[in-house]
């Protein structure tokens, strides 16, 4: 079993539908948590970055951690064509010190 | 805006010769990454390094080795490159361990 596991789609919605990405990983210590959005041919750009359980908004985008369930996810609201791309999970913490990536999801927002 | 820099983009060597990937970044920052990235899988942590004249073997693999003489620049080399390097290298750059990673855009290395 892969320490974190993502459905690497692709995930196509319309345009102005919300999205709702999601990894589960196996390891209870992890406690920093972080969502990375990649567009073809460019290095990921980190989207939120967040610390143990609960919820972060920052405009279209919330992360949300479930430590008891050992699962996260983004959600994307009024998703735009300009979404598109692969969006990949990352988490760290206790003896890993360097984030365990997963292998990311494809998403297609279509107008 | 990106503030790590790497170079070559896009690279098609032959088999059997010996190169260098550059990373730069302007940040200041003591930790530094090489991860390996093919399509639709997990990044793969190919070395890091804690700072200057520091640097360790990641997960995966490999025939390459690193350096870092300077904080600033953290080179890949390697030594006879085979087809089964043909991939995606990414370098990365971080304040300290679990804080988020700032990547480069990467050089897409093609042997042939």
């Known amino acids: 079993q892969k320490e974190v596991e993502q459905d690497p789609g692709p995930l196509s919605v319309p345009e102005g539908a919300i999205v709702s990405l999601n990894c589960t990983y196996s390891n209870s210590a992890f406690q920093y948590f972080m969502w990375y959005r990649q567009y073809s041919r460019k290095g990921p750009e980190l989207l939120m970055y967040t610390y143990s359980s609960g919820n972060k908004e920052d405009g279209r985008f919330t992360a949300q951690v479930d430590k008891s369930s050992k699962y996260i996810s983004l959600f994307i609201r009024d998703s735009q064509p300009s979404d598109s791309a692969t969006y990949l999970c990352?988490?760290?913490?206790?003896?890993?010190?360097?984030?365990?990536f997963g292998r990311g999801t494809s998403l297609i927002v279509h107008p | 805006e990106a503030d790590i820099y790497q170079t070559p983009r896009y690279l098609v060597i032959g088999t059997g010769k010996k190169i260098t990937l550059e990373c730069s970044q302007t940040m200041g920052h003591d930790k530094m990454y090489w991860y390996q990235q093919d399509p639709g899988m997990e990044l793969h942590l190919i070395h890091y390094s804690y700072g200057v004249n520091s640097t360790e073997k990641g997960d995966l693999s490999s025939e390459s080795t690193v350096s870092r003489i300077r904080t600033e620049h953290f080179p890949l080399t390697l030594e006879s490159a085979r087809p089964s390097h043909t991939s995606q290298y990414l370098c990365?750059?971080?304040?300290?361990?679990?804080?988020?990673?700032?990547f480069g855009n990467g050089t897409r290395l093609t042997v042939t």
């Open positions: 990352a988490m760290s913490g206790g003896g890993s010190y360097i984030p365990t």
């Open positions: 990365a750059s971080s304040e300290t361990f679990n804080s988020p990673l700032h």
